[in-house]
């Protein structure tokens, strides 16, 4: 039986018209959000030359039909609403014009779900800290967008398999439900594999090692992604023995036993395990982690 076929993580005719800018209406809202960012661009990017032109239009076209598609249906009304509103039609621009001149990648993809989520918000202060997100993600290298989320990953993802949560299982020291096919050694024994092999989750969350380049942690702080002179209270030590059963007591107990995240944290120019403990996210760089994993599909509701 593979464990990991069915695990993952957790945290947990409609036709309408809209104005947007001068006569021009739209249909229904894949059509209306795709419209949208080609005319952002045409508005932005009018003077470029006829090529230019329309490979910048031909990436708005394609970011606003993979905005629309994200959406969900049960949203349409409030979707709308938001497609009308002048800081959702403004928020949209900023992010079609960094995706038509940088083409799509890694940040394009936060950038989407950043909107998405701005769409789907209904909260003053978390519309405030998106429209921070969107703005900083721009300023972002993709190192540290991926540094982001593996610190996410280890403080605030919980590993599911079989619909059961080990992570809170492991954490807690609470029993296994009955039916489950698993015993606490065996959560023990899939923590500990997962946290070694580079391909069962790592890989998703930063692509390559060949990929991550050095992170100044200075600039994270300057950003406002991390918070200056703070430290987790549980260091990472101890939260991998207590989630694997691995008995660890210092730098070198950890790089023999995990190798593959030594090998990572050092990538990114951190001096070891220990390190990266000072590494402690703002809600910004919450927000930022958490719509990159969402963006690759790590998380589950």
């Known amino acids: 039986m593979n464990l990991f076929e069915k695990s993952g993580q957790s945290v947990g005719d409609n036709s309408s018209?809209?104005?947007?800018?001068?006569?021009?209406?739209?249909?229904?809202?894949?059509?209306?959000?795709?419209?949208?960012?080609?005319?952002?661009?045409?508005?932005e990017m009018a003077s470029l030359r006829e090529d230019a032109f329309a490979l910048v239009d031909s990436r708005a076209q394609e970011f606003g039909n993979q905005i629309a598609e994200k959406l969900s249906k049960d949203v349409d009304e409030k979707l709308r609403a938001k497609l009308a509103d002048p800081d959702m039609q403004y928020t949209l621009n900023q992010a079609v014009v960094q995706v038509a001149r940088k083409g799509f990648d890694a940040k394009s993809e936060l950038l989407k779900e950043l909107i998405v989520s701005k769409?789907?918000?209904?909260?003053?202060?978390?519309?405030?800290?998106?429209?921070?997100?969107?703005?900083?993600?721009?300023?972002?290298?993709?190192?540290?967008?991926?540094?982001?989320?593996?610190?996410?990953?280890?403080?605030?993802?919980?590993?599911?398999?079989?619909?059961?949560n080990i992570t809170n299982i492991v954490d807690h020291r609470t029993e296994v439900p009955t039916g489950a096919g698993l015993t606490f050694e065996t959560c023990l024994n899939?923590?500990?594999?997962?946290?070694?092999?580079?391909?069962?989750?790592?890989?998703?969350?930063?692509?390559?090692?060949?990929?991550?380049?050095?992170?100044?942690?200075?600039?994270?702080?300057?950003?406002?992604?991390?918070?200056?002179?703070?430290?987790?209270?549980?260091?990472?030590?101890?939260?991998?023995?207590?989630?694997?059963?691995?008995?660890?007591?210092d730098e070198e107990s950890f790089k023999k036993n995990f190798a593959t995240l030594s090998s990572i944290i050092e990538a990114f120019s951190i001096q070891g395990i220990s390190e990266l403990n000072k590494y402690v996210l703002s809600p910004l760089g919450c927000v930022i982690a958490k719509n990159y994993l969402e963006a690759h599909n790590f998380l589950s509701h």
């Open 119 to 164: 769409f789907k918000s209904t909260e003053e202060e978390e519309n405030l800290i998106l429209d921070h997100a969107l703005d900083i993600t721009q300023r972002l290298t993709t190192s540290e967008i991926k540094l982001l989320s593996l610190v996410y990953y280890f403080r605030y993802c919980s590993k599911i398999v079989h619909g059961v």
């Open 190 to 249: 899939i923590m500990a594999q997962v946290y070694k092999e580079y391909n069962i989750d790592y890989q998703r969350i930063i692509s390559t090692m060949d990929s991550i380049k050095r992170v100044n942690k200075q600039m994270l702080v300057i950003k406002g992604c991390i918070n200056a002179e703070q430290h987790y209270e549980k260091n990472y030590i101890d939260l991998i023995k207590e989630r694997t059963g691995i008995e660890l007591t």
């Open 17 to 43: 018209a809209i104005q947007v800018t001068g006569d021009a209406h739209f249909g229904n809202t894949t059509t209306e959000v795709m419209a949208i960012c080609q005319l952002m661009v045409k508005s």
